[in-house]
C-alpha cells in the first residue's frame, strides 16, 4: 500500500508556463515532505522541502503547498524552463520511530517544450 | 566537494557471480543508504546505516549484503548476482534522520545488468 503517490506518471508544459506537480500521502505521521528532481543517468537532487507546521515554502522559481487536511502537496514552478525537465519525486519523512526512513512516491516526468 | 562518488558506473555481470558497488562520502554524515530504482518501481531501499558498525535491512534487502567499518565508505555486495537484480544502484548520505533533519544527498548511479 503506496502511503506518498504521484498520480500522474507524466506532464508536458509549454516554457514559460506554470508546471504543477501533485502528491498524495495517507499517513498523517510525516514531520517533512520533500521534492528531488532526477535527470536521465545523474542521481537525484534535493530540491525544496517544507515542513509540516508550514502550508508554503518558496525558493525562487520553485514554491511548494502543503494542504494537510486534503493529505496534499504541489510543486509550483514558474516559469517553467527547458532545464526543468527531469523527473521529480515527492518524498516524506515519518515524525518517529525507524530510523524515520524516507517514503518515496513513484515520480512524474516533467517535460518543458520550447 | 566531492560529496557522495559510487564506482563502477556501469557493470554487467553474469548470473550466479560476484562483485561490490562501492560507495564513499565526503561529508562526515553518519547516514548512508543503498537504493535501487527500477522502471515504474521509483526508488526502494537496500540496506541502510546509522553509523560505522551498524547497518539495517531497507525494504529490498535479499541478495544483498553491506557493512560499515568507517564513516566514510559503504560498499553493497552481491554474492550471487541473479537477473532480478539487474538495475541502477543508488548510494545516498545525509546526517542521522533520527536526530536531526537533513536532506538526502544521492551518488550518480551504478547501472547493473546481469545476465
Given at each position: 500500500?503506496?502511503?506518498?503517490?504521484?498520480?500522474?506518471?507524466?506532464?508536458?508544459?509549454?516554457?514559460?508556463?506554470?508546471?504543477?506537480?501533485?502528491?498524495?500521502?495517507?499517513?498523517?505521521?510525516?514531520?517533512?515532505?520533500?521534492?528531488?528532481?532526477?535527470?536521465?543517468a545523474e542521481g537525484p537532487t534535493f530540491l525544496i522541502s517544507i515542513s509540516s507546521i508550514k502550508d508554503k515554502n518558496e525558493d525562487g522559481r520553485f514554491t511548494v503547498f502543503l494542504n494537510k487536511s486534503a493529505k496534499h502537496l504541489s510543486l509550483h514552478?514558474?516559469?517553467?524552463?527547458?532545464?526543468?525537465?527531469?523527473?521529480?519525486?515527492?518524498?516524506?519523512?515519518?515524525?518517529?520511530?525507524?530510523?524515520?526512513?524516507?517514503?518515496?512516491?513513484?515520480?512524474?516526468?516533467?517535460?518543458?517544450?520550447? | 566537494?566531492?560529496?557522495?562518488?559510487?564506482?563502477?558506473?556501469?557493470?554487467?555481470?553474469?548470473?550466479?557471480?560476484?562483485?561490490?558497488?562501492?560507495?564513499?562520502?565526503?561529508?562526515?554524515?553518519?547516514?548512508?543508504?543503498?537504493?535501487?530504482?527500477?522502471?515504474?518501481?521509483?526508488?526502494?531501499?537496500?540496506?541502510?546505516?546509522?553509523?560505522?558498525?551498524?547497518?539495517?535491512?531497507?525494504?529490498?534487502?535479499?541478495?544483498?549484503?553491506?557493512?560499515?567499518?568507517?564513516?566514510?565508505?559503504?560498499?553493497?555486495?552481491?554474492?550471487?548476482?541473479?537477473?532480478?537484480?539487474?538495475?541502477?544502484?543508488?548510494?545516498?548520505?545525509?546526517?542521522?534522520?533520527?536526530?536531526?533533519?537533513?536532506?538526502?544527498?544521492?551518488?550518480?548511479?551504478?547501472?547493473?545488468?546481469?545476465?
Amino acid at each position: 500500500d503506496q502511503q506518498v503517490k504521484q498520480n500522474s506518471p507524466s506532464l508536458s508544459v509549454q516554457e514559460g508556463r506554470i508546471s504543477i506537480l501533485n502528491c498524495d500521502y495517507t499517513n498523517s505521521m510525516f514531520d517533512y515532505f520533500l521534492w528531488y528532481k532526477k535527470y536521465p543517468a545523474e542521481g537525484p537532487t534535493f530540491l525544496i522541502s517544507i515542513s509540516s507546521i508550514k502550508d508554503k515554502n518558496e525558493d525562487g522559481r520553485f514554491t511548494v503547498f502543503l494542504n494537510k487536511s486534503a493529505k496534499h502537496l504541489s510543486l509550483h514552478i514558474v516559469p517553467s524552463q527547458p532545464g526543468d525537465s527531469a523527473v521529480y519525486f515527492c518524498a516524506a519523512r515519518p515524525n518517529a520511530g525507524n530510523n524515520r526512513k524516507l517514503i518515496w512516491g513513484l515520480g512524474t516526468s516533467l517535460a518543458v517544450n520550447p | 566537494n566531492a560529496g557522495v562518488t559510487q564506482t563502477p558506473k556501469f557493470q554487467v555481470l553474469k548470473t550466479g557471480q560476484s562483485m561490490t558497488l562501492q560507495c564513499a562520502q565526503d561529508m562526515n554524515h553518519e547516514y548512508m543508504s543503498w537504493y535501487r530504482q527500477d522502471p515504474g518501481m521509483g526508488l526502494r531501499l537496500i540496506h541502510y546505516s546509522v553509523g560505522a558498525g551498524i547497518t539495517d535491512q531497507g525494504e529490498v534487502p535479499n541478495g544483498y549484503n553491506v557493512s560499515r567499518s568507517t564513516t566514510e565508505d559503504f560498499p553493497l555486495r552481491l554474492l550471487s548476482a541473479a537477473p532480478s537484480q539487474t538495475s541502477v544502484y543508488f548510494c545516498a548520505s545525509s546526517t542521522n534522520p533520527g536526530v536531526s533533519y537533513s536532506p538526502l544527498h544521492f551518488g550518480n548511479g551504478t547501472r547493473l545488468t546481469v545476465t
